[in-house]
Nanobody, 121 residues
Framework: QVQLVESGGGLVQAGASLRLSCAAS????????RGWFRQAPGKEREFVAA????????NYADSVKGRFTISRDNAKNTVYLQMNSLKPEDTAVYYC??????????????WGQGTQVTVSS
């Protein structure tokens, strides 16, 4: 079992930056790839970014490429999502997930509770 807890969300203006964190506990952290997904009101959950267990491979949704950066610190059992140049359309609940590295929700076995990110125009 893996427990994931997200933090770092908040309300910011367009153009600002936020860094989300996802702390893991439970089973061996380094064995799993990690992903970030988001869900806006009335929309389906969508892939944002993923990172391999070693941190050597990353993948991003086209909508965030060049603005968001995913990273991980295995010594701290934590994954980060640095979000720059935020736009109102980035407003969503952001979820951390642990499992296989990929863009589909079903590839991940464990999920956090989510953290709200709101970007005002």
């Amino acid at each position: 079992q893996v427990q994931l807890v997200e933090s770092g969300g908040g309300l910011v203006q367009a153009g600002a930056s936020l860094r989300l964190s996802c702390a893991a506990s439970g089973r061996t952290f380094t064995s799993y790839a990690r992903g970030w997904f988001r869900q806006a009101p009335g929309k389906e959950r969508e892939f944002v970014a993923a990172i391999s267990w070693s941190g050597g491979n990353t993948n991003y949704a086209d909508s965030v490429k060049g603005r968001f950066t995913i990273s991980r610190d295995n010594a701290k059992n934590t994954v980060y999502l640095q979000m720059n140049s935020l736009k109102p359309e980035d407003t969503a609940v952001y979820y951390c997930a642990s499992g296989a590295m990929g863009p589909r929700s079903k590839e991940y076995d464990y999920w956090g509770q989510g953290t709200q990110v709101t970007v005002s125009s």
